[in-house]
T-cell receptor, first 112, second 113 residues
């Protein structure tokens, strides 16, 4: 069973609000990722991290930002939420090459 | 340009029969391939993987086949069970230091009792 947790599971918030999606893992993995998925579509990588103090933009442009101050914690922040940010956000971690990524349960974000 | 493609959005199979899910890729730098299962409003769950140096990997009812020359992989589920009904995603790992996964768009499998 994967030890990676995301909170909240569901979030409905008004336009213009600042939000932070939390992601924590207890497996000691260096590599962490944020994916965004819309219904019926592929998962798009929006951010990743090699380790503490290392973050990179993913393949899909996103207005969100991330930080990696501790190995186990990789939060995602939206400074001003918009309806176009409505989506499912999935956090993952892995040990490295030739291994699977473990996913959290996701956060379903709705911006009204 | 989509590097990992799952051209069948859905598949319906009778319980007890074989389910075959297909995936094509375009990037020859992929060196590790994975299949994930996903339920709505949940995160993907890892099923099975295969390294590019192999052509087959088996785990219980699940077998993944890799044809590098055709840039094609498939997931076989035998026998299929109603609990297998979910969306299945194919993913490939880039051969660089990020180890990020590139996903296909998924195939929705329905196993009919």
């Amino acid at each position: 069973e994967a030890d990676i947790y995301q909170t909240p599971r569901y979030l409905v918030i008004g336009t213009g609000k600042k939000i932070t999606l939390e992601c924590s893992q207890t497996m000691g993995h260096d590599k962490m990722y944020w994916y965004q998925q819309d219904p019926g579509m592929e998962l798009h990588l929006i951010h990743y991290s090699y380790g503490v103090n290392s973050t990179e933009k993913g393949d899909l442009s996103s207005e969100s930002t991330v930080s990696r101050i501790r190995t186990e914690h990789f939060p995602l922040t939206l400074e001003s939420a918009r309806p176009s940010h409505t989506s499912q956000y999935l956090c993952a971690s892995s040990r490295g090459p030739g291994t699977e990524a473990f996913f959290g349960q996701g956060t379903r974000l709705t911006v009204v | 340009d989509q590097q990992v493609k799952q051209n069948s959005p859905s598949l319906s199979v009778q319980e007890g029969r074989i389910s075959i899910l297909n995936c094509d890729y375009t990037n020859s730098m992929f060196d590790y391939f994975l299949w994930y299962k996903k339920y709505p409003a949940e995160g993907p769950t890892f099923l099975i993987s295969i390294s590019s140096i192999k052509d087959k990997n088996e785990d219980g009812r699940f077998t993944v086949f890799l044809n590098k020359s055709a840039k094609h992989l498939s997931l076989h589920i035998v026998p299929s069970q109603p609990g297998d009904s979910a969306v299945y995603f194919c993913a490939a790992s880039v051969k660089d230091s990020s180890y990020k996964l590139i996903f296909g768009s998924g195939t929705r499998l329905l196993v009919r009792p």
